[in-house]
């Protein structure tokens, strides 16, 4: 059956969308509902994250978390890497393809990327197995192994949740990481008592092979049928592209704030301290995130009825980055006074929250605090550079944190450990966000940028003195 190449070219915001009567396009309900499901499932991943950042250093204990932090980091990092660009596109174009090409659409897009990524994880394979070869010291083959494989898990989940995140089925989105972690926390707890730190390494597997399964479970059954099949739109792949490299250097920066203690400052209880600094900030920031992308698939809109040789015409939804702006300072004023009163408590919270042989990870929190409270700016410049079709505002960004991690944590982490690690983050984090902002003028208007940069500056002062 022939391809039936419908385009879906984008227009800038500004222009107001209209149903086949003229009226305009109504919004603001199912983005506030997606909001309000993906904060639910957020606030449920949350204890989680909790239990993963609190039971499992416990058991573990500082060298062998570590030493888990390592491939956790790199098994995390991986995934997301693997997998950026795929919500941006999906929810970018299936959302405002004509009802009957949805699924037809979406199974092309995932097609497509799981094509690609099917790639990259075979060549990642082979390398990963001649270092094991060469250098077995290093790279341990059973553990190098199931690194890989439990990275191959979490690659084939996030690509088909992202396939049904673009077909509005927002609720699996939302309940893949609360399950996976509570998975991750039971499996590490068992398997280390068992195996000691390739047992905890075995839970990675484990738990990538469950979120697997429930990706399967919860979209496998949508996508079955006959569905015509559909010509990608024109520049989608290259917006996903650029959109992917953008987020994957994003990424890289946070994260790599580990492995930059890992490699400059030659100890796993510094790596340790790090990685728990940085799991509880990116837990944060991540739900920030996620909560403006469940909105994206409400402010793109189709307007049908439109006589064009490419197709029906798409827009942006009146008022959409208003709506995003009062999202991002809600966050924020959320987020602010939380920060604030962390980086007061820090040496009194860290401590007895996670034992006392994580007393020295405390002056870590400052930092990595005000990274979270630059989130909520930056989940609107990522989505702002999707809105207008601007993945090079993103790109820039994150090609500019990258630099800025780099000098910092070259500079920092020899001298101050792991809260140098988390320094190079918060430095990326603010010079990425810059970079954006600059290209996409008007985004955030004048007030929210002002009260983020005050707040963050603020957080880390507070953090200076208590400590």
């Given amino acids: 059956m022939p391809l039936r190449a419908r385009a879906l070219p984008v227009a800038g915001p500004g222009t107001p969308a209209t149903t086949a ?78 009802p009957e090409d949805r699924v037809g659409l979406a199974r092309a897009l995932g097609a497509r990327l799981a094509r690609g990524r099917a790639v990259q994880l075979a060549a990642m394979a082979v390398v990963a197995a001649v270092g094991a070869a060469v250098r077995p010291d290093v790279l341990p083959p059973l553990e190098t192994a199931l690194v890989a494989v439990a ?152 307007r049908e009825g439109t006589a064009t040789t490419s197709g029906a015409a798409v827009t942006i939804a009146p008022g959409a980055e208003a709506a995003l702006r009062r999202l991002a300072g809600g966050l924020l004023g959320l987020i602010l006074p939380a920060a604030v009163l962390g980086a007061l408590l820090a040496d009194a919270v860290v401590p007895a929250a996670f034992g006392a042989d994580y007393a020295g990870a405390a002056a870590t929190f400052g930092p990595a605090l005000a990274v979270v409270v630059l989130a909520p700016l930056h989940s609107l410049a990522v989505q702002g550079s999707i809105l207008r079709s601007r993945p090079e505002a993103a790109l820039a960004g994150g090609a500019v944190g990258a630099v800025a991690f780099t000098l910092t944590a070259v500079l920092a982490v020899p001298a101050w450990g792991a809260t140098g690690g988390l320094v190079a983050v918060l430095a990326a984090a603010a010079a990425g966000l810059v970079a954006s902002l600059v290209l996409l003028p008007g985004l955030a208007g004048r007030a929210l940028p002002a009260v983020t940069a005050v707040g963050a500056v603020v957080v880390l002062g507070v953090a200076v003195v208590a400590t």
């Fill in 151 to 302: 990275l191959a898990l979490n690659v084939a989940a996030s690509l088909l949740l992202q396939v049904g995140l673009g077909l509005g089925r927002t609720g699996a989105w939302s309940a893949r990481f609360p399950l996976q972690n509570t998975v991750l926390v039971a499996a590490v707890l068992v398997l280390h008592a068992e195996a000691g730190p390739t047992g905890a390494v075995v839970a990675l597997v484990v738990a990538g092979a469950v979120a697997c399964a429930f990706a399967v479970v919860a979209v496998g059954p949508g996508l079955r049928g006959e569905h015509p099949p559909v010509a990608l739109p024109a520049g989608a792949l290259r917006f996903g592209a650029v959109q992917a490299t953008a987020a994957a250097l994003v990424q890289a920066t946070q994260r790599g704030g580990v492995l930059a203690v890992a490699a400059l400052a030659g100890s796993a209880v510094q790596t340790g301290y790090a990685s728990l600094a940085t799991g509880i900030a990116l837990g944060a920031t991540y739900a920030v995130l996620q909560a403006f992308t469940v909105c994206l698939p409400h402010l793109g809109v189709r």
């Fill in 21 to 98: 009567e003229g009226s305009v396009a109504p919004a603001r309900s199912p983005l506030r509902a997606a909001v309000a499901g993906s904060m639910v499932g957020k606030a449920v991943e949350l204890v989680t994250l909790v239990l993963l950042a609190t039971v499992v250093p416990r058991a573990l204990g500082p060298l062998d978390y570590g030493r888990f932090a390592v491939p956790l980091t790199i098994v995390t990092v991986g995934s997301l890497a693997l997998t950026l660009g795929g919500p941006a596109v999906m929810t970018r174009y299936v959302p405002v393809a004509p």
